[in-house]
């Protein structure tokens, strides 16, 4: 698994110029894995297959056949499905762009397709297409919007790569799958939904060059602003995804993103409560952000279509942290100390530094090693308390209350003369 996944991980230091901009400045997007197997929710026959639920059809977990794991679209009826409430949700939660799977590796199009008609539309009583509600309301809402598409992988077609338990791979006509799926429902996506943010490809190992550039023309072509991960593979993309839940330990390059998970699954699995707190997840976003990323955090709705609580309720604790301390995260920049403090992460903006506080110092002092700027103010942000600055050698040293204020992450706001300097060697 993260053997896999760091080989999908590249850091690839990509860099989109100027139409990276909204991206850099963005920080936090909403990641939504939703499709035929969040209605088993980790079932199959009276079983559970614990892990990742997405995945149930493969024959690594519950091994579906086709014919079963297709009959599964005349009973998917999300009826509680309200695009309203999701975006009102990410928004509230202090997120820029949503990106949604159009279609996960199980093969099923989760929007009204006409290159396949086994998508929600045609194949369920649902009867609507849910991600035309979803960017139309982002549009509304004035949030970013971008499609998952599971380039490489089909399990539903024998042409396609992953599944070997009904087909033969020896047999498979990759080029077929390709020009008759592939490339078509792409162009759906980039032609039917508006201006979109991002599209999001996954399994980059075994394209081709020249798949994953038509792939790259073919959405370049008709919205040439928007972005392209990495894992299209070949290094073709205009930003870098790290392994699927990697925060890196030190400062990345280039144009990047975290993706991670509200609980330890992509997909709404019943058994996992694992949520991460409101405090938990600011402190995510700020250390992505501290590091130069952006954090695109999943959540997985039901089968119904409602999002569970355990993730909106914490979501929305992080989204007023966020609200509150805008200024540290959107548009910031990462720690000049390239990693984090045992106390806490540093994020930079307009002049100031920003220290987040994690773990409160008993001692009531910060010590930060090589920075040469004089430090012109210094407070706690948005609370009371006393901060002094004073310099020893090579420390600053932050004085601050010894009891830490009640919040979750205070952070500590210094400005800074002139352009940053920081030996960064010494921490
Ligand atoms: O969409 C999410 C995952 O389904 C997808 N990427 C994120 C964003 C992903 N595709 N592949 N992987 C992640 C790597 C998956 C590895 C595993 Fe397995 C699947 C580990 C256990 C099941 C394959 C089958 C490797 C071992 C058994």
Do not use: C
């Given at each position: 698994d993260t053997d896999m996944d760091k080989?999908?991980?590249?850091?690839?230091?990509?860099?989109?110029?100027e139409r990276g901009a909204w991206f850099k400045e963005a920080k936090y997007a909403m990641f939504i894995h939703w499709g035929l197997y969040s209605g088993l929710a980790g079932d199959w026959k009276g079983k559970t297959h614990?892990?990742?639920?997405?995945?149930?059809?493969?024959?690594?977990?519950?091994?579906?056949?086709?014919?079963e794991y297709r009959a599964?679209?005349?009973?998917?009826?999300?009826?509680?499905?309200?695009?309203k409430a999701w975006v009102t949700l990410a928004k509230q939660s202090g997120m820029k762009y949503i990106v949604i799977t159009a279609k996960h590796h199980d093969g099923f199009a989760m929007y009204d397709s006409a290159a396949s008609d086994y998508n929600i539309k045609d194949a369920s009583p649902f009867g609507r297409d849910p991600l035309k509600e979803l960017a139309d309301e982002c549009r509304k809402q004035g949030i970013g919007f971008g499609f998952y598409y599971s380039q490489y992988q089909d399990w539903n077609e024998k042409?396609?790569?992953?599944?070997?338990?009904?087909?033969?791979?020896?047999?498979?006509n990759f080029s077929k799958y390709f020009k008759e799926k592939c490339e078509p429902q792409v162009k759906e996506l980039v032609t039917q939904y508006g201006d979109l943010a991002v599209l999001w490809f996954d399994t980059p190992g075994k394209m081709t060059k020249e798949d994953s550039m038509a792939l790259v023309n073919l959405v370049k072509k008709h919205q040439p602003r928007c972005l392209i991960n990495s894992r299209i593979g070949n290094g073709?993309?205009?930003?870098?995804?790290?392994?699927?839940?990697?925060?890196?330990p030190e400062n990345v390059g280039g144009l990047w993103e975290c993706v991670d998970t509200t609980?330890?699954?992509?997909?709404?699995?019943?058994?996992?409560?694992?949520?991460?707190?409101?405090?938990?997840?600011a402190q995510n976003v700020i250390s992505v952000v501290a590091r130069g990323?952006?954090?695109?955090?999943?959540?997985?709705?039901?089968?119904?279509?409602s999002i569970p609580k355990g993730a909106s309720e914490e979501l929305l604790v992080a989204g007023q942290w966020i609200k509150n301390h805008a200024g540290t995260i959107y548009g910031a920049e990462a720690s000049p100390w390239h990693k984090a403090f045992p106390w806490g992460d540093v994020t930079v903006n307009h002049g100031n530094l920003f220290l987040h506080v994690f773990d409160w110092p008993q001692s009531g002092k910060i010590y930060l090693p090589g920075?040469?700027?004089?430090?012109?103010?210094?407070?706690?942000?948005?609370?009371?308390?006393n901060v002094k600055v004073s310099k020893e050698g090579d420390w600053t040293i932050v004085s601050i209350p010894k009891v830490k204020p009640d919040a979750i992450n205070p952070v500590i706001q210094l400005k800074y003369d002139g352009k940053l300097k920081v030996d960064h060697s010494l921490a």
């Open positions: 080989l999908w991980g590249e850091r690839l230091e990509l860099d989109a110029g614990f892990g990742i639920g997405e995945w149930i059809m493969n024959k690594h977990l519950a091994g579906i056949s086709v014919d599964l679209a005349k009973d998917f009826n999300p009826v509680k499905f309200d695009a042409d396609a790569f992953g599944n070997g338990w009904d087909f033969n791979p020896k047999e498979a073709v993309g205009d930003y870098s995804s790290l392994g699927d839940m990697e925060i890196p609980n330890n699954s992509w997909s709404y699995a019943w058994y996992d409560e694992n949520w991460k707190s409101g405090e938990q997840i990323g952006t954090y695109m955090l999943n959540v997985g709705p039901r089968g119904d279509g920075l040469s700027n004089k430090i012109s103010g210094a407070a706690l942000l948005n609370l009371k308390g």
